[in-house]
């Protein structure tokens, strides 16, 4: 999992983020992902069994293992899309 700081400065700002926050990215279902049917939701959490994460910001990023089926041979990137003014996710073959 690869996250830019201009990605998680956006989040620490848009969520409030404190210092030692945790933010876990998960699996639901919808649109826009790299799995057709499923997206991927965005919450503060408190990691149980992480799969994967990523610290910036004073932030740690997350995935359960449970969610780990959706990465399966990809790693996450975040980046900041300046024009649409949010992050930005790509799946890369690992």
Do not use: C
Request: glycine residues 8%; charged residues 25%; hydrophobic residues 35%.
């Amino acid at each position: 999992m690869q996250i830019s700081t201009e990605a998680a400065q956006w989040y620490k700002s848009e969520l409030e983020l404190g210092k030692d926050a945790y933010l876990r990215f998960f699996v639901r279902y919808g649109f826009g992902g790299h799995i057709p049917g499923f997206s991927l939701g965005v919450k503060k959490d408190t990691p149980m069994d992480i799969f994967a994460s990523a610290n910036l910001e004073g932030i740690t990023f997350f995935i359960e293992n449970k969610d780990a089926w959706y990465f399966e041979n990809n790693d996450l990137h975040v980046s900041y899309n300046s024009e649409m003014q949010e992050p930005q996710f790509e799946y890369k073959e690992k």
